[in-house]
């Protein structure tokens, strides 16, 4: 089945950091790019991230530029998002998701079920 | 940074036909924001429903359609079914970034 998995969320003080996981399967991942799109607790998404396959082109949303880093590891079929320097804003249900094609658009096409980061003192 | 807007809230009857519009702060939408719809039920990760504008996906069921109306992207559910009461947001291209609606969430009553 093809499927994307998020871990590594969970409770944090303000200030502190967190190394975000999803592991792909069922699907060529280092085919794929990917996007991080988080939803605060009763709201919309937001995009935040964007890598393409091959990790050459690189886009954040102005919300998390300079705290948050994408990465991946196509050999693992993993996709990393390190977020430095946290908000209590920056609490919610974080997905990641894939799909065929070069741009932020091309990749919503599978999701995963999302991790939760809360940011709480 | 361009504002996504969307209906907050719409109701439809069973059976009935609504369209969910989706505009955007610096101007009229066009093809060239490759206009994107998806349906979030409650506890489920989105799912894509229409992707440049009036593409469906394979998933899709017929009776939901994609169009520019007005100078904003629109959705259009003929035949609501009671399945389809869920939250649905668009998404707009500008450049390289991409920014969801806030959403609408649509009740079949």
């Not at chain 2, 036909?17 to 489920?44: A, E, I």
């Not at chain 2, 904003?72 to 009671?82: E, M, N």
Request: charged content about 15%; proline content about 4%.
């Amino acid at each position: 089945d093809v499927q994307l998995v998020e871990s590594g969320g969970g409770l944090i003080q303000p200030g502190g950091s967190l190394r975000l996981s999803c592991e792909a399967s069922g699907f060529t991942f280092e085919s794929y790019t990917m996007n991080w799109v988080r939803q605060a607790p009763g709201k919309g998404l937001e995009w935040i991230s964007y890598i393409s396959s091959g990790s050459y082109n690189i886009y954040y949303a102005d919300s998390v530029r300079g705290r948050f880093t994408i990465s991946r590891d196509n050999a693992k079929k993993s996709l990393y998002l390190q977020m430095d320097r946290l908000r209590v804003e920056d609490t919610a249900l974080y997905y990641c998701a894939s799909g065929l094609g070069l741009s932020i658009r091309d990749a919503f096409d599978i999701w995963g079920q999302g991790t939760m980061v809360t940011v709480s003192s | 940074q361009a504002v996504v807007t969307q209906e907050p809230s719409l109701t439809v009857s069973p059976g009935g036909t609504v369209t969910l519009t989706c505009g955007s702060s610096t101007g009229d939408v066009t093809g060239r924001h490759f206009p994107y719809w998806f349906q979030q039920k409650p506890g489920q990760a989105p799912r894509i429903l229409i992707f440049d504008t009036s593409d469906k996906h394979e998933s899709t069921p017929a009776r939901f359609s994609g169009s520019l109306i007005g100078g904003k992207a629109a959705l259009t559910l003929s035949g609501a079914q009671p399945e389809d009461e869920a939250a649905y947001y668009c998404l707009l291209s500008f450049g390289g970034t991409v920014n969801f609606g806030g959403g609408t969430k649509l009740t079949v009553l």
